[in-house]
C-alpha cells in the first residue's frame, strides 16, 4: 500500500525544552507539523518496593550509572528514603555526559568521579582495576538487557543490582484519536503502548518510522510497514532519514496531481 501525503508527524518523545530541535527545521522546510508526545514515560519504583529488595545504599562505596534516568531516580529515592549520601562515595559512569549531570545533585569538583571516554562500560575497565576493592551499586530499570551485569561479571566487580525505575505506557484518554499522518518509534516500548492505547490500531496508508535495530525489529513484528528507518548507510539520524522520507513522498505526491 502506498502512503498518504504526510501533513502531521508524531514524534514519540518529549517536547524539547527550548524548541530547539531538527524537526522543527524539517516541520518548516516541507510545510508539515510536528507534534511530540511520548509513547512512554519512566516511572521510579515506590519506596514500598525497593525497600523489598533488602539493599541498604549506604552499604556501599560507590555507584555505577549507565544513564541520567538512573541518576535521577537514585537521587529521587534517596530523598525520599532520607539518605544523605557521604562525601566518600564514588561514581562510575558510562559517559562524560552523564558524569557532568551528577552536578545536579552533587559538588562535582568535591567528588570521585569517573567516567568511559567511549561511551561504553569498556572504557571504565582500569577505573574498575583500580578500585577493585569497592562495593559497587547499579541501578537499573526493570527491564533491561543485561549488556552492563555481562561486562561487570566478566571484570569480577563486586556490585549488587538494584531495579529503581521502569518504563511505563504513557497512557491515551479514552475514546482520544491517532490525529497524524506518520508516527516516529524511537523504542520497542512506544511500539508495544501503541497497541496497548488502540488495539485495534492499523496502519493502512499511514507512514512507520523508527530509530535503531531494536525499534525496527519490534515494529515488523508487530505486523506494521517500516516506511522510514534509521540509522542506515548515509542516513545516520532519525531527522536525517525523515528529510529523505519527505521529500520522497512530497514528490510522489506532486506527480499524481500532474
Avoid: W
Amino acid at each position: 500500500m502506498s502512503v498518504r501525503k504526510v501533513k502531521k508527524i508524531l514524534i514519540s518523545q518529549p517536547k524539547p525544552v527550548d524548541n530547539k530541535s531538527p524537526y522543527y527545521e524539517i516541520a518548516d522546510k516541507f510545510q508539515v507539523e510536528v507534534e511530540f508526545r511520548p509513547f512512554i514515560k519512566v516511572e521510579r519504583v515506590s519506596v514500598k518496593e525497593f525497600r523489598q529488595q533488602r539493599i541498604n545504599i549506604l552499604d556501599f562505596t560507590a555507584i555505577i550509572f549507565t544513564s541520567r534516568t538512573a541518576v535521577d531516580n537514585f537521587f529521587s529515592l534517596c530523598e525520599e528514603l532520607r539518605i544523605t549520601i557521604p562525601d566518600t562515595m564514588k561514581y562510575f559512569c558510562i559517559s562524560e555526559r552523564v558524569a557532568l549531570y551528577l552536578q545536579k545533585y552533587i559538588v562535582y569538583r568535591k567528588r570521585k568521579i569517573f567516567f568511559s571516554p567511549t561511551g561504553k562500560m569498556e572504557g571504565l575497565s582500569n577505573a574498575f582495576a583500580k578500585h577493585a576493592k569497592e562495593k559497587f551499586l547499579l541501578p537499573v530499570p526493570e527491564e533491561h538487557n543485561g549488556e552492563v551485569t555481562r561486562f561487570l561479571d566478566e571484570k569480577k566487580v563486586d556490585y549488587t543490582e538494584s531495579v529503581m525505575y521502569r518504563t511505563v505506557s504513557n497512557d491515551y484518554e479514552e475514546g482520544e484519536e491517532l490525529d497524524c499522518d506518520m508516527i516516529i518509534f524511537f523504542s520497542p516500548s512506544g511500539v508495544a503502548s501503541l497497541f496497548k492505547n488502540f488495539p485495534d490500531f492499523k496502519q493502512g496508508d499511514m507512514a512507520i518510522g523508527c530509530f535503531g535495530n531494536t525499534t525496527a525489529k519490534a515494529v515488523r513484528e508487530a505486523g506494521l510497514r517500516l516506511d522510514c528507518e534509521a540509522p542506515l548507510p548515509g542516513v545516520p539520524s532519525m531527522a536525517a532519514a525523515l528529510e529523505l522520507f519527505l521529500k520522497e513522498n512530497q514528490k510522489k505526491h506532486a506527480q499524481k496531481k500532474e
